[in-house]
């Protein structure tokens, strides 16, 4: 499985990015993908994250200004990113995890990242 992240670069605060993440390679039963990140000297964080159902989850830093989707024609998601702040920059990766069967570990694989960066 490999992931493609794209979409980051330079914004102003209070602007929009949209970051994208293709999966290709031999995958079944994908139990979710997302995205964390990660700034300098910082522990890399989750930022968002959409379960096979559709269900979502966003750190309260993002909560109402970013938006994960999913395209499962294209094995791929989105992270629409709006009201950026200078906060949010760092270098963001795509996750995907893959179900595994019962009692055995779930496969997690991880993009490169791209960079976002956010000036005042």
């Known amino acids: 499985v490999q992931l493609q992240a794209s979409g980051g670069g330079l914004v102003q605060a209070g602007g929009s990015l949209r970051l994208s993440c293709a999966a290709s390679g031999r995958m079944f039963n994908i139990n979710s993908m997302g995205w964390y990140r990660q700034s300098p000297g910082k522990q890399r964080e989750l930022v968002a994250v959409?379960?096979?159902?559709?269900?979502?989850h966003y750190s309260d830093s993002v909560k109402g200004r970013f938006t994960i989707s999913r395209d499962n024609a294209k094995n791929t998601a989105y992270l629409q990113m709006n009201g950026l702040k200078p906060e949010d920059t760092a270098v963001y990766y795509c996750?995907?995890?893959?179900?595994?069967?019962?009692?055995?570990?779930?496969?997690?694989?991880w993009g490169q990242g791209t960079q976002v960066t956010v000036s005042s």
């Open positions: 959409i379960f096979s159902g559709g269900t979502t």
């Open positions: 996750n995907l995890e893959l179900r595994a069967p019962v009692g055995v570990r779930n496969s997690i694989y």
